[in-house]
């Protein structure tokens, strides 16, 4: 019954005429009110009145700052700050730069910022005798320029670099000279491998599609001439191969494994099995391992002695075909 009486009342008071409206939004406030958000002493608040930096009116005989236009000017200024903490500038900084922020962002110091702007001529605007650049002239000079470049621009370049080779680089792999590499790219029947990228104005092969011509066709290998030493002397072929693609990829003799040791990628490959099974092995100790830093290296002889031997028990035959 009391929650029946409960809703009457609510549904009479949310009827009545002289329901409490709420107060609408404050429009002005008092030269002092802007001062305290400021952080100003009397004199510095109507020095920046004065400045007719936002709308202010007399009205009942005092002096009031209209709040839209305040908001507005200080959205668009960086010099002052409220004690609030709230952060100035915010739609300055979404249309422009100051010379700090070019700085930053080319990673160079400020006063060759300002030799830049004077030099290149870029338009500026002076907020608060602070010179700024407007962001669509900045961003207009900079891509149509190459000497100067983002930290973010840096690294995507050096990453495209990495993944990527010269037309002379994949000549030198092959073996083969520069111009039968054009004819390589422009021909019907191998063309359709390769994909290439423009860096600093020049083309460059992607190091995987590089990779998909060498497994997809038998005309053209890796050229020999590019081993280094305890490459070249390898006798297991198809480990030499293995190791050439991944010196491909990586750029990094360290990732190979040379005549004395295996990496367990390599032992897989001569195992014909998977990678977590070499590491399964080697926890097992069924073949001794070396730590070089990271990185673990299998002793070469031991491992083929015991996949020798193994081989022998599961019955498996590796020896030579037998003359009939």
């Not at 020049?202 to 050229?223: A, C, G, P, V």
């Not at 191969?241 to 003799?253: E, H, I, S």
């Not at 990628?265 to 399964?280: F, Q, T, Y």
């Not at 299998?298 to 599961?314: G, S, V, Y």
């Amino acid at each position: 019954m009391k929650e029946e009486y409960q809703d009457m009342i609510e549904a009479i008071e949310s009827h009545s005429p002289y329901k409490r409206k709420p107060s609408p939004q404050k429009k002005w406030m008092s030269v002092a009110e802007m001062g305290e958000l400021l952080g100003l002493k009397k004199t510095d608040r109507y020095w920046l009145l004065h400045k007719n930096v936002f709308e202010s009116r007399e009205i009942a005989g005092k002096l009031r700052v209209n709040i839209a236009s305040f908001e507005k000017w200080y959205a668009n200024q960086v010099k002052y700050q409220k004690v609030t903490g709230e952060e100035p500038g915010l739609e300055l900084k979404e249309w422009s730069f100051s010379v700090r922020d070019i700085a930053q962002l080319l990673e160079i110091e400020e006063s060759v910022a300002y030799d830049l702007i004077k030099r290149e001529k870029l338009e500026t605007v002076t907020i608060d005798y602070w010179k700024r650049i407007p962001k669509d002239v900045f961003w207009n000079w900079y891509n149509g320029q190459t000497k100067y470049q983002t930290a973010e621009d840096r690294k995507a370049k050096r990453e495209l670099y990495e993944a990527t080779i010269s037309m002379p680089d994949m000549a030198r792999l092959l073996g083969v000279s520069r111009g039968t590499v054009y004819t390589l790219l422009k021909s019907r029947k191998y063309g359709k491998y390769f994909s290439t990228v423009i860096i600093a104005d020049q083309k460059r092969i992607t190091k995987e599609s590089f990779q998909k011509f060498l497994d997809e066709q038998d005309e053209y290998q890796l050229s020999p001439c590019n081993d280094y030493k305890e490459l070249a002397m390898e006798e297991n072929i198809a480990l030499a191969n293995y190791r050439r693609k991944k010196l491909l990829q990586t750029g990094d003799r360290r990732c190979n494994g040379n005549l004395s040791y295996l990496t367990p990628e390599e032992a897989a490959l001569m195992a014909k099995v998977s990678r977590s099974m070499i590491v399964n092995w080697y926890q097992r100790e069924e073949f001794p391992i070396i730590h070089i830093g990271n990185r673990v290296r299998i002793c070469r002889k031991e491992f083929e002695a015991w996949l020798e031997e193994r081989r022998k028990k599961n019955g498996v035959h590796t020896g030579t075909k037998p003359q009939v």
